[in-house]
């Protein structure tokens, strides 16, 4: 069941969508709100993601995860102190209802599976890795690949430490298939994941996405 914001002070939907139509043209902003997201894993990645979708009026947006709130991920993830211990579907969802009050968000609090992944995504026209662990993201991008090759993929790799910004980049792996990040850093030692350079690597893909949606492909 798909959810929407309970309305409140807020402008009507007509404005609200005449308003970002004034931002992307009429004709984009209809392929925006028309499409579905999936977002796989609501850290910093995929918290980070899910709320620029939902500022340019991405229509649906699946929020995956499995993992509750912690203290110890407010310094890179798009959750609030108050929400600590929430379930990340139910914080982020309740979080994106305020920034886009007429997006829909389904959520899935469940851990990703071979066995699952084809169900959980296939309503999404395209599809956000965002996992911390390397052998989760070979099981979700090989499977995606395997099972759902339809489907755009939008996946990440090294992002960590305190390295140049520059360096974070975008880069069409297969037709259909893209990869974010400075693909080397990895987090270890004390230094490890850093806000900015997380939020990069969440933009290059959150942006990748909207590129696919307007037709832009990467050469």
């Keep these: 069941m ?24 009429k004709e984009l902003q209809e392929k925006f709100s028309e499409a579905t997201v999936a977002i796989c894993g609501l850290g910093g990645l995929g918290s980070n993601i ?3 979708l939902a500022r340019a009026g991405v229509g649906k947006l699946i929020l995956i995860d499995f993992d509750r709130v912690d203290i110890s991920n407010l310094h890179r993830q798009q959750y ?8 990340k579907t139910e914080a982020l969802a309740e979080n994106l209802r305020e920034i886009s ?15 699952n992944l084809q ?7 395209i599809i956000c890795e965002a996992f911390d662990d390397a052998e989760e993201k070979a099981m979700l991008v090989n499977g995606i690949l ?9 996946s990440a790799s090294g992002m960590a430490g305190l390295g140049p910004a ?13 990869l974010c ?39």
């Design 2 to 25: 798909w959810e929407v914001a309970e309305l409140g002070n807020i402008p009507e939907k007509e404005v609200w969508y005449r308003t970002l139509e004034a931002r992307h043209g």
């Design 119 to 125: 169900e959980l995504l296939k309503e999404a026209d």
């Design 166 to 178: 520059n360096d974070i980049r975008t880069r069409r792996v297969m037709k259909r298939f893209y």
């Design 80 to 87: 609030k102190a108050v929400q600590v211990g929430q379930c």
């Design 181 to 219: 990040g400075d693909e080397v850093s990895e987090v270890r030692g004390e230094l490890g994941l850093i806000s900015s350079r997380v939020m990069l690597c969440a933009a290059h893909q959150a942006h990748t996405v909207l590129r696919i949606l307007a037709g832009v492909q990467e050469e």
């Design 50 to 52: 899910a709320v620029a």
């Design 101 to 115: 009050p007429y997006g829909l968000f389904q959520t899935y609090t469940t851990k990703i599976t071979e066995e």
């Design 146 to 154: 395997e099972k759902l090759p339809e489907k755009y993929l939008v």
